[in-house]
């Protein structure tokens, strides 16, 4: 092989190990999904059209699952005070596992007037899957309690899911899923999430690449240097 086309093959090498790396990034896919809530309440039933958003980050062996409401739902015929309301929920999980997860978050840091629709506050959980492969997260019950009583919130709508992951299980497992996904529920407040998701998974991949990029460059640069030398001694 020429001089000529070995520097050529170098860099075409170089370059190509950079693409394939980019490609194995890990990808998630986020919609926000309108999902129609039925609320039954102490005072009655109640109905309330909220768009869900669903995140999620790499945290450890598993997921950190983030779910946030775009409007209020439901309402209280009495303000409630900061701190009376505490908000929870299920997600449903499908594709590669099954089951649910739950979400929880901290009470209202503000008083919430009566008959307003009651903003509910991110919540969070820790997903740890027990099989590789793509999960979809659909949004599912919402629980609020206030002033020693219970509201459930039943999506009516059949929503789609809001979130769809390709999930890797620890030690790269295949096989086996628990019911309730094999999660840990967690709370949406103080806890600063790890920089380890998906997109932050593709800058240090796509580093990787580069740093295999320059290999090659340099690797070209040294046998320009040593064919050079090689034509100077003659």
């Known amino acids: 092989m020429s001089y000529r086309n070995r520097t050529a093959a170098l860099a075409s090498a170089a370059a190509l190990a950079g693409s394939v790396v980019w ?3 890990p990808v998630a896919r986020a919609e926000v999904v309108d999902v129609n809530y039925q609320c039954k309440t102490p005072i009655g039933d109640k109905s309330a059209v909220s768009p869900i958003d669903i995140k999620g980050v790499r945290s450890g062996s598993g997921y950190r699952i983030t779910m946030s409401w775009q409007k209020g739902v439901s ?3 009495v303000e409630l005070g900061k701190g009376a309301m505490t908000p929870s929920a299920t997600i449903a999980l ?3 596992d099954s089951g649910t997860m739950t979400v ?3 009470a209202n840091d503000a008083a919430i007037p009566a008959n307003t629709p009651i903003k509910i506050n ?3 959980g820790t997903y740890t899957p027990k099989k590789s492969g793509e999960v979809t997260f659909t949004a599912g019950v919402l629980t609020i309690k206030a002033l020693g009583t219970t509201t459930t919130c039943t999506p009516t709508n059949d929503p789609g899911p809001s979130l769809k992951l390709d999930v890797t299980a620890a030690g790269g497992g295949t096989t086996g899923s ?3 996904g094999g999660s840990d529920s967690g709370s949406g407040g103080g806890a600063e999430l790890p920089r380890t998701g998906p997109e932050d998974s593709a800058i240090a991949l796509g580093t990787l690449g580069g740093t295999v990029l320059l290999a ?3 690797g070209t640069l ?3 240097r040593r064919h050079r030398s090689a034509r100077a001694g003659r």
Request: glycine share 20%; net charge negative.
């Open 178 to 180: 628990t019911q309730g």
């Open 222 to 224: 040294w046998l320009t």
């Open 122 to 124: 991110d919540l969070s």
């Open 23 to 25: 490609l194995a990034a």
């Open 94 to 96: 499908g594709g590669a």
């Open 75 to 77: 309402s209280s015929p």
């Open 104 to 106: 929880t978050g901290p």
């Open 216 to 218: 090659g460059a340099a």
